[in-house]
């Protein structure tokens, strides 16, 4: 092993979870902002469309299903899951890798068995964190007054939103969006207790 090897700082993965409606990316985007020092947002691969907004490399790396299906056989992903029914998404090795092997820690926003595959594979280099509704009422309620889904894809959004609560003490951290600046700041105390 070379001097530079032996000295080399290895950074550290966090990975987030939390069921549609938790407030999952706005708390990720604020600890994004706030500019901790190389804490970096690993980008995973999708054989979904962009949505408005979104940009090839940045939210995602968008595939076609085929060339999500040749990036398995290559063994390309640390984890991948079919989240949704026909709707792909894995975690690229080469994302972790550029970033934890110069020394940056890297920001995982995945589901919650891709979560807990990479704990498993990763062990103590990872800090998993659940992110909690104050209550299921509160979450359908927060989903219903987002006006944006019909009441049945509500219903299917609560129940996998049960069955994902399922796996909540299965992580590390379990952190209550109950109120916004309360989550992200205790969010934030996390990482730093955990990177530094
Ligand atoms: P969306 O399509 O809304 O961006 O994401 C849908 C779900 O896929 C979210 O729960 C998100 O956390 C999850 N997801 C995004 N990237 C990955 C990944 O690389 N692996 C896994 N297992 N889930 C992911």
Same mark, same amino acid.
């Given at each position: 092993?070379?001097?530079e090897?032996?000295?080399r700082k ?5 990975v ?12 990720i985007?604020?600890?994004l902002?706030?500019?901790h020092s190389?804490?970096?947002f690993s980008v ?6 962009? @949505?408005p907004?979104e =940009?090839?490399?940045v939210?995602?790396h968008?595939?076609?299903t085929? +060339?999500f299906?040749?990036a398995? &056989? ?7 899951e079919?989240?949704?029914p026909?709707?792909?998404y894995g975690t690229?090795?080469?994302e ?10 890297v920001?995982l926003d995945?589901?919650v068995k891709?979560?807990?595959?990479v704990k498993?594979i990763y062990g103590?280099?990872?800090k998993?964190?659940?992110f909690?509704p ?9 989903l219903?007054? @987002?006006?944006?889904? =019909?009441?049945e894809?509500i ?6 939103? +049960?069955y994902e609560i399922?796996? &909540?003490d299965?992580f590390d951290?379990?952190i209550?969006?109950d ?5 992200i700041?205790q969010t934030?105390r ?6 530094e």
């Amino acid at each position: 092993m070379s001097t530079e090897q032996t000295h080399r700082k290895t950074g550290k993965i966090i990975v987030v979870s939390a069921p549609s409606g938790c407030g999952k990316s706005t708390i990720i985007n604020s600890i994004l902002d706030i500019g901790h020092s190389e804490l970096r947002f690993s980008v995973s691969a999708t054989n979904r469309r962009p @949505r408005p907004g979104e =940009a090839d490399g940045v939210h995602y790396h968008f595939l076609t299903t085929e +060339e999500f299906h040749d990036a398995i &056989a290559a063994n390309k992903f640390v984890e991948w899951e079919e989240v949704y029914p026909g709707r792909f998404y894995g975690t690229l090795k080469s994302e972790i890798d550029r970033i934890v092997d110069k020394g940056g820690n890297v920001i995982l926003d995945i589901d919650v068995k891709g979560g807990i595959n990479v704990k498993k594979i990763y062990g103590d280099q990872v800090k998993t964190i659940f992110f909690l509704p104050p209550s299921i009422d509160v979450l359908r309620h927060r989903l219903e007054s @987002r006006g944006t889904d =019909a009441p049945e894809v509500i219903d299917e959004r609560v129940s996998k939103a +049960e069955y994902e609560i399922s796996f &909540a003490d299965r992580f590390d951290e379990r952190i209550v969006n109950d109120d916004l600046d309360k989550a992200i700041d205790q969010t934030r105390r996390t990482i730093e207790d955990f990177i530094e």
